[in-house]
């Protein structure tokens, strides 16, 4: 590909004297390994060179006698990694101190690297690093001032961590988050700054016990959409799935942006998976943003697909917050009628169904809130359907 270009590396006592010595104590460091074994490999390539460089008879001798031939660059355009790269290591030793939450090693690592290479790229967010490993908490410690604090882990301090640090990121972070949920104790549930709650920030490293707690401890935590949200999260985290659903399914009434928005990352494979379908099924637009928002619809839907859920629910539970409610409250009833096989009172719940679904056949429209005009009717069979199908089709319980 093109004409064949060389570069030479000089084998003299002054290249031999430049070979990195391994730094003191970075050999017990697991993640040097890599780097050690290119080290030790480097080493033996200069040895193997200096021998051929002596014996004209070495099969890898230049006939110069002086000097070996690579393949890229006249004149040493290619720098060599650990000749011309001693920033590498010294990267490298400040990034194992990080790791080691060694601040003064970290510290007096980073000074040499400044020394050596003041305009060395990686400066600006090695520091940030190595501050944090001693930085105090937010003082004093307001939701303003939490919140701040907060954002500048996020934006600065979590992406210097991955890209430096890779899988020691979140281990890296725990303190920290640690820190500022320690400061966020004293502090009640903000709408403003929801954020700067301990209920959040213990769920950045997983405390899900402290989670559960910091949000039990609120008034009225289960009537309030966002720390239910959380609350559904630590009991699922916690091993009780099942209790986790009874807090999200409600959501669909109480607040059904906030639940369309977390929906797709719910932990539970029952209500994700579910509400993946339930969007394939009907997607109305960014229309659907008030009381008739889609996701109203979704726990009924949900349960004639997931039957089994309806013991997790009692129907005097259900509030009356429209037609996707009742229309969930009678499938509660009507499910469990259906396998026993009692045919009065079944009959009875059915027809509470189907006047559930002729008023809205009859009365259900959206209209777009910006032009006034109706944008769809629940006439649509995608509304109604699903609740033909439940006690159609013979016998009792199938």
Not at 43 to 69: C, I
């Amino acid at each position: 590909m093109g004409e064949e270009r060389r570069h030479f590396v000089c084998l003299d006592a002054d290249v031999l004297a430049r070979v990195p010595e391994i730094p003191t104590g970075l050999e017990k460091q697991p993640l040097s390994l890599f780097t050690h074994a290119l080290i030790l490999l480097h080493r033996s390539l200069v040895v193997l060179l200096a021998e051929a460089a002596r014996d004209d008879s070495h099969p890898y001798a230049d006939r110069t006698g002086t000097r070996y031939p690579a393949l890229v660059g006249e004149g040493r355009l290619q720098l060599d990694l650990f000749v011309d790269g001693r920033d590498a290591l010294l990267v490298h030793a400040v990034v194992t101190n990080l790791v080691a939450r060694a601040p003064d090693s970290a510290v007096s690592g980073l000074a040499h690297l400044r020394a050596e290479h003041p305009a060395h790229p990686d400066l600006p967010a090695l520091t940030l690093l190595a501050d944090a490993l001693q930085a105090p908490p937010p003082s004093p410690a307001t939701h303003a001032t939490l919140t701040a604090s907060i954002e500048t882990l996020e934006r600065a301090l979590a992406p210097a961590a991955r890209r430096f640090l890779g899988t020691d990121a979140a281990t890296f972070l725990k303190p920290l988050w640690q820190t500022l949920a320690a400061a966020a104790a004293s502090l009640p549930f903000d709408d403003t700054h929801p954020h700067a709650h301990r209920g959040w920030l213990c769920q950045q490293y997983g405390d899900w016990t402290a989670v559960r707690a910091a949000v039990e401890a609120e008034p009225d935590c289960a009537a309030r959409p966002l720390l239910r949200y959380w609350l559904g999260l630590a009991r699922h985290h916690l091993g009780e799935p099942e209790a986790a659903i009874r807090l999200w399914l409600p959501l669909c009434w109480m607040d059904p942006v906030l639940f369309a928005r977390y929906a797709p990352t719910l932990p539970s494979a029952t209500v994700r998976e579910g509400w993946n379908a339930f969007e394939r099924a009907g997607s109305f637009g960014e229309l659907l943003d008030d009381a008739t928002h889609a996701a109203t619809w979704f726990p009924a839907w949900l349960l004639l697909r997931h039957r089994g859920l309806v013991h997790l629910f009692r129907t005097n539970e259900i509030p009356d917050a429209g037609t996707g409610a009742r229309a969930f409250r009678a499938l509660l009833s009507l499910v469990p009628l259906e396998r026993q096989g009692l045919s009065d009172e079944l009959i009875g719940q059915r027809r509470q169904l189907q006047q559930t679904m002729i008023a809205m056949i009859d009365k259900g429209r959206f209209a777009d809130p910006v032009t006034a005009r109706v944008a769809f009717s629940y006439a649509h069979p995608i509304f109604w359907a699903p609740f033909m199908l439940v006690g159609d089709g013979g016998a009792p319980g199938r």
